[in-house]
């Protein structure tokens, strides 16, 4: 949401770049901080209750009927293959197992908290070995388990891929793949068959975390709790806050948690900017500050190239050889550069529309900001993936 005060970049002399532009449009609308603008969130979307957060699920299975795509013969897909048979009353010598049609996979899962026996829930699934696909393929009953060990889901059914591959094979044939056929999920493939343990109110109290921790955003949850329930919320650390049930709702602790969900804060957060090296995404929000500073950049490009070059003797000449030779040209191009002031700038507008007049693409402007933050200009956290 934009702040009420902001307003369009306005335009500014010097070149434009479509990449620059589209860093400009993050810049721009990256989400303002609410502690600067006032903006009121629920407890619901700052933290979430201690006890109450989804249980991650894995598990190693079998997919069957891949028509040839399958592994080929790994010894952890064989010998899951010669395990299930077993349980199933058939003993057959690992050596003539085939599995071709067969591949080892990974199962996944993520169970919400208080999920009861019968529930359902989404499964992803990924070829362990070197199976060329999974496309139609049907994941045999796998049991998933918690990082306790303790099992409490069951997966089985027919794999949904986003890709594809197809080829002819052999020396010379052609092959399309599309995205990756080697992951793929199940929709509702899990059934839950065992009660998770989920404990929310302990001895009558509740515990909030803070998805993003933050001193002040803690202070002020407290503060807000305690507004609407006096004296009922002690902050902990930059995490949590421990949240007292009323008697009154000692009996229907639901019904205080939804209410306290509902309550409204204004969170704080830090002046940061978000950089990747990779991608050369650069992602700031309001709060960022640059203080009097000068910028200059330039462009210095180097190039060599190596041309092949013929020596031959003379016509009349009774000795000698033709030889090849390189001959080896260097030029240096340094692209003329400005020094450009900025002003203590207030506003993120100001700051991307200054930084803009520089002309330069998104990558460069990842060294301008490290090189400000170096000089103690830039006054917001940097933060390099």
């Not at 028509?67 to 690992?94: C, E, Y």
């Not at 208080?114 to 049991?143: I, Q, Y």
């Not at 591959?165 to 992951?183: D, E, F, L, R």
Request: charged share 15%; aromatic share 2%.
């Amino acid at each position: 949401m934009m702040p009420p005060h902001t307003h369009s970049v306005p335009p500014v002399a010097g070149p434009r770049r479509p990449a620059l532009l589209t860093w400009l449009l993050i810049l721009a609308i990256a989400p303002a901080a609410s502690g600067a603008t006032g903006q009121m969130l629920r407890v619901k979307d700052l933290a979430q209750v201690s006890g109450a957060d989804e249980t991650h699920l894995f598990g190693m299975g079998l997919v069957v009927g891949l028509a040839g795509d399958g592994d080929k013969n790994p010894v952890f897909t064989v010998q899951a293959m010669a395990n299930m048979l077993q349980r199933l009353g058939m003993t057959i010598p690992q050596a003539a197992i085939q599995s071709k049609n067969v591949a080892a996979v990974t199962v996944t899962a993520e169970i919400p908290a208080f999920a009861k026996p019968g529930t359902r829930v989404d499964v992803h699934v990924a070829s362990l070995g070197d199976a060329k696909s999974l496309t139609g393929g049907e994941l045999l009953a796998t049991p998933l388990q918690a990082g306790n060990g303790e099992v409490y889901a069951v997966a089985q059914g027919s794999l949904i891929l986003g890709g594809f591959s197809a080829g002819t094979g052999g020396t010379g044939g052609a092959s399309v793949q599309k995205n990756h056929p080697n992951v793929g999920g199940i929709p509702n493939g899990a059934k839950v068959i065992t009660e998770l343990p989920s404990v929310t109110v302990q001895d009558g109290v509740i515990e909030l975390l803070l998805k993003e921790p933050d001193f002040t955003s803690i202070s002020r949850l407290a503060e807000a709790i305690n507004h609407a329930y006096t004296n009922s919320c002690t902050p902990v650390d930059t995490t949590s806050v421990r949240v007292k049930v009323p008697a009154e709702f000692s009996e229907h602790p639901v019904d205080f948690i939804a209410r306290i969900e509902a309550i409204e804060v204004a969170p704080d957060a830090r002046a940061r900017i978000i950089i990747s090296e990779r991608t050369g995404t650069i992602v700031a929000n309001s709060l960022i500050r640059i203080a009097p500073c000068a910028v200059s950049h330039g462009n210095l490009t180097i190039s060599i190239a190596n041309t092949p070059e013929v020596s031959q003797p003379n016509a009349l000449s009774q000795t000698g050889t033709t030889t090849v030779t390189e001959r080896t040209d260097t030029k240096v191009n340094e692209g003329k550069g400005a020094l450009i002031t900025l002003p203590d700038m207030p506003t993120v507008e100001k700051v991307a529309a200054s930084l803009n007049a520089l002309g330069v693409s998104p990558r460069d402007m990842i060294s301008i900001f490290m090189n400000m933050k170096k000089a103690g200009a830039l006054q917001a956290e940097l933060v390099v993936n």
